[in-house]
């Protein structure tokens, strides 16, 4: 049958729409296949994720289709992956191999998680990748060198990571490349020479690595580049002429390497387009013979820690300049001239932007010209150790932005501003050493943001003001000829931590109010024309370290409320009129330097501490003084001293037999109890240490409740700790047990005895008394008894676990201040230990475990089982005893040496110390499942050196800053506050870091760990 012209048109369009469907079912499936390969890759992606705490990956399912799953985007045409993005996930795990099969991939962006492990080979495989964003994670490994095969990529960032190795050779044939930021790794080497290649490359980052080599010339062949930023590393040679005629270059950033050589004199003529200019901490010589004046954006110039000469640069026309450091070079020839260069700074056309301004250290001269009165915006002013003369500038006081100013040791003369209280930010005030005259401002006390103030050094007259502001902690007035009395108000000041008074003209009586100052660690009062006694107030004063007094008119005795200055190491009280005996109690004291001499003291002189170190204790120039060591050599004591001993004895003998017929009363009174028990209890064989009593295995049994697992506080390496109470009166101890069947334990016992009977110091734990006795079974039984600390060990406030007890209780956190406090109190221990001992003492087992809190939260170093007693002085001296406790220390903890055979020594202590220092900042144990393949806590702190130190820290500390930022009103002095403290917190992990070396000899004294540690505290406060 043959079809009419209309229902054969009709039916070769239904023929056409057939195929034309069958085909777009045969293209949808074979899209979806592909699909589906791309959704098996991220499916095994995801199973390598550890972490998701924020749940980004949740819609990763097979009922929402791929391309709306989070952070995924997929192309329109064929529907496969294009882009990957999970920035700032808080995503933790490894890469998956899989990730290879994305191969429409134009753009991964993981950075900002905590992804480990190698970077996948497999990466190679993404021929169409263009963007890859791997930085701020925990990547370590090699960087794979297949990633060459990505030939279209343009952009490659993997900062801040743990790289190892060299940068591969072969990324040089990645011709389309731009950006490459390799920046804060590990990686070794140096330049790849097949960089010369990337001639579209715009942006180089290697900075914080270790490549060596020398800055390779064809990097100035590359006229594309505007940014070179390869500071911190150990790079050395010269920088290549050709790279200072690149004219997009925008950044120069060279410093903290080992480069010489001069500048180039055309330096000057090229670079329009530079902002920012670092050659800082290097080793240029010559001058500077080139005029910045052409580089109209420049807003930061870095040439400080050379080894430049000549004036300074010439520098108008630099509206956009913002941090100027010239500092520790020999700029400046001492002349009227030297500090034209700042004049030309000040542009009178534009406001100008200078913040940051630091010549320190240098060889100018001439006065300070006025113009810099006009740099309004600037925060930071530091020209000390100079040659400048003339007065500071009274229009100083414009500049209202003003935080720090520092001049010390140069020739200023003239007056301190007199209305200087209007610069109401002012945080640091440093004038020592010039030649100031006239008074001291009253309207410093205006400034209710200054925390430092140093004014020695000069000729200042008057008296001391009565209303410093309440903010300091700092108070340095030493050397000048101030007159008058100490204000009483300066007991208002109660933050102070520091007083220097010493070398003036001042009158009166120490004020009763110096009681206030609670914090106060150093007061320095001596040469001076004070007069009356020693006020019993100053007993207050708890946390003084140094107390220097000599030279003045106190008289009368010591006063015995002086004997809670439990932490005090320097006295100086001679060239005085004080009289009486000497305390018993300064015997007690952690004292290495002790001066009594030329006062009016008398009676025996002490034999206890530091009284038998003659090269720490002075008594000459006291004439009634007898006794004591011989090398004092004073007349032994006279008769009538020796008939009072002899009385003194008869008295103590009678009261010793009448508390014998008590207790014999007392024993027949309970004969039958004591028959019944005559087979199974013995007395004591020995007690050790200044026992305060003696006490039985039947007096430990009771007082913990027969050793009940309620009153269990803690469990060790060789026994268990119990609470208890001994006496009546209620006196909460703790109280260890020793698990006698532990090998070592009773090594350990006769050690920590040894040790804790000489050892006095207010940062160690108080022995009460030991026991060795037999319990009811007839078996050896070992017992120390310690005072109770309530705040238990650091152990349980770095990693809290919560009790059946506790579930509603606040967490135990620890903030900023009182951990470093509690690590100055455990450095402060160990210094003890190491130095000022008349033997030194190696701890041997430092942790946390072994840190005990008391009410005030200061810390006590306990656990003295293994310590050892060295065979000579010094930082250098070890242990030749052999132990037979075995390896020394906890795992983690113990230097690496230990392990190895080495002997015992002090340096020791201070890797382990650096290790918990680490450990309280970072919240991170040594023994976390994460230190792992080579990695540890020291190269885990070691890699975020120098600026990154609280991407690392303890996350409580973290949220205590940022809740800082977001509650306080004052954003600027908030803002400065938390930079000090992100300041601190870099100091204080590069402290870790050193203390923790592999090589005993590269470790820091635990006497600079505790004096830089300090200055942080003052700093902070």
Request: aromatic share 8%; with cysteine.
């Amino acid at each position: 049958m043959r079809m009419s012209p209309t229902n054969l048109h009709v039916f070769r369009i239904h023929g056409i729409l057939l195929l034309l469907m069958l085909f777009s079912s045969f293209s949808s499936n074979v899209h979806v296949n592909r699909n589906g390969r791309d959704q098996l890759a991220l499916l095994q992606f995801k199973a390598k994720i550890t972490s998701d705490p924020l749940g980004v990956l949740n819609s990763w399912n097979d009922t929402i289709n791929l391309c709306q799953w989070y952070g995924v985007t997929c192309g329109r045409r064929h529907l496969r992956v294009t882009k990957l993005v999970l920035k700032s996930s808080q995503l933790s795990g490894s890469i998956s191999p899989h990730i290879g099969n994305l191969s429409f991939l134009r753009l991964l962006i993981l950075n900002g998680n905590s992804f480990s492990d190698e970077i996948p080979s497999e990466m190679g495989h993404l021929r169409s990748l263009e963007t890859l964003y791997l930085a701020n994670n925990n990547f370590s490994g090699k960087i794979p060198g297949n990633i060459s095969s990505c030939t279209n990529l343009v952009d490659i960032s993997i900062y801040n990571n743990h790289l190892v190795g060299e940068i591969p050779e072969s990324l040089g044939s990645l011709l389309k490349l731009r950006y490459i930021v390799f920046a804060q790794n590990n990686l070794t080497g140096s330049i790849p020479s097949s960089f010369g290649n990337l001639s579209s490359l715009e942006e180089l980052y290697v900075s914080e690595n270790n490549l060596g080599g020398i800055i390779p010339g064809f990097l100035g062949e590359l006229k594309n580049l505007s940014i070179i930023a390869i500071a911190l590393n150990r790079l050395n040679g010269t920088i290549p002429p050709s790279i200072f005629n690149i004219s997009p270059m925008t950044v120069i950033d060279v410093g903290g390497n080992l480069l010489h050589g001069n500048l180039p004199s055309h330096l000057g003529v090229s670079l329009r387009n530079l902002l920012y200019f670092s050659i800082a901490d290097n080793q240029f010589t010559g001058s500077i013979q080139f005029s910045f004046s052409n580089y109209s954006q420049l807003e930061t110039l870095q040439l400080n820690d050379n080894q430049l000469t000549g004036r300074g640069p010439f520098m108008s026309k630099l509206p956009r300049l913002q941090r100027l450091t010239m500092f520790d070079n020999y700029l400046g020839s001492g002349g009227d001239d030297d500090l034209s260069f700042l004049s030309s700074l000040v542009n009178t056309t534009r406001p100008n932007t200078l913040q940051y301004l630091a010549i320190s250290h240098n060889n100018f001269g001439g006065m300070l010209p006025r113009e810099i009165c006009n740099l309004t915006e600037l925060i930071t002013l530091l020209v000390n150790n100079n040659k400048i003369h003339g007065s500071v500038p009274l229009g100083i006081v414009n500049l209202v932005n003003l935080q720090q100013i520092g001049a010390s040791f140069n020739h200023l003369s003239g007056i301190i501003p007199p209305n200087i209280g209007i610069l109401q930010n002012l945080v640091i005030l440093n004038l020592d050493n010039n030649m100031i005259t006239g008074y001291i401002p009253s309207s410093f006390g205006n400034l209710t943001n200054l925390n430092i103030l140093y004014l020695s050094q000069n000729n200042l007259q008057g008296s001391i003001p009565s209303n410093l502001s309440k903010s300091l902690s700092i108070l340095v007035l030493s050397s000048n000829n101030l007159s008058g009395i100490i204000p009483q108000t300066i007991g208002l000041s109660s933050l102070l931590i520091a007083v220097h008074l010493s070398r003036n003209h001042l009158i009166g009586s120490l004020p009763m109010e110096v009681e206030k100052l609670t914090n106060l660690e150093e007061l320095y009062l001596y040469e001076n024309m004070l007069s009356g006694e020693i006020p019993s107030s100053l007993s207050s004063c708890t946390s003084l370290e140094a107390l220097y007094m000599e030279g003045n008119f106190f008289h009368g005795p010591i006063p015995l409320s002086l004997s809670s200055l439990r932490g005090l190491q320097k006295l100086d009280l001679s060239r005085n009129n004080l009289s009486g005996k000497i305390p018993e109690f300064l015997g007690g004291f952690a004292l290495y330097y002790l001066n009594l001499s030329f006062n009016d003291f008398d009676g025996e002189v002490p034999k206890k501490g530091v009284f038998k170190n003659a090269s720490a204790t002075t008594v000459f120039g006291n004439n009634k003084l007898c006794g004591g060591i011989l090398e004092f050599h004073l007349p032994a004591c006279n008769l009538e001293n020796s008939n009072k001993r002899r009385l003194k004895n008869r008295l103590k003998t009678i009261v010793a037999i009448f508390s014998v017929l008590s207790g014999v009363t007392l024993v027949l009174s309970f004969i039958y109890l004591l028959w019944f028990g005559k087979r199974r209890k013995r007395h004591a064989s020995g007690t050790y240490g200044p026992l305060l009593w003696r006490v039985s295995y039947q007096s430990l049994l009771n007082a913990t409740g027969g050793f009940s697992s309620s009153n269990l506080i803690g469990v060790g390496s060789y026994g268990t700790v119990y609470k208890g109470i001994l006496d009546e009166g209620g006196t909460i101890t703790a109280i260890k047990v020793l698990n006698l069947l532990h090998r070592g334990a009773s090594q350990s016992f006769m050690a920590e005895c040894e040790a804790l009977k000489t050892l006095r110091h207010r940062n160690l734990v108080k022995v009460l008394t030991a026991c060795s006795s037999v319990d009811y079974h007839n078996n050896d039984f070992k017992a120390l008894v310690y005072e109770y600390m309530v705040n238990g060990s650091l152990e349980d406030w770095l990693h809290p676990t919560v009790g059946i007890n506790e579930v509603d209780e606040a967490p135990r956190n620890l903030d900023f201040l009182q951990r470093l406090t509690i690590a100055i109190d455990i450095a402060r221990a160990l210094e003890y230990l190491h130095h000022h001992c008349e033997t030194p003492v190696v701890h041997c087992d430092l942790k946390p475990s072994n840190v005990l809190l008391d009410d005030e939260m200061t810390a006590h170093v306990g656990d003295f089982g293994l310590a050892k007693f060295l065979s000579q002085h010094g930082e250098d001296a070890v242990t030749h005893e052999s132990s037979s406790i075995g390896v020394r220390g906890t795992t983690g903890y113990a230097p690496p040496e230990y392990g190895m055979g080495s002997e015992v020594s002090v340096y020791g202590d201070v890797y382990s110390y650096g290790i918990l220092l680490l450990e309280m900042f970072t919240g991170k144990r040594p023994t976390d499942n994460m230190f792992r393949e080579g990695l540890n806590l020291h190269n885990f702190a070691k890699a975020a050196l120098p600026e990154r130190a609280a991407e690392i820290t303890d996350p409580i500390l973290i949220g205590e800053i940022e809740e800082g930022e977001t509650s306080t009103g004052n954003t600027r002095n908030q803002s400065h506050s938390n930079n000090i403290i992100h300041e601190c917190l870099n100091l204080i992990i590069e402290i870790g870091v050193v203390c923790s070396q592999d090589f005993p000899g590269e470790r820091m004294s635990i006497s600079d760990v505790a004096t830089k540690l300090h200055f942080l505290k003052t700093k902070l406060l």
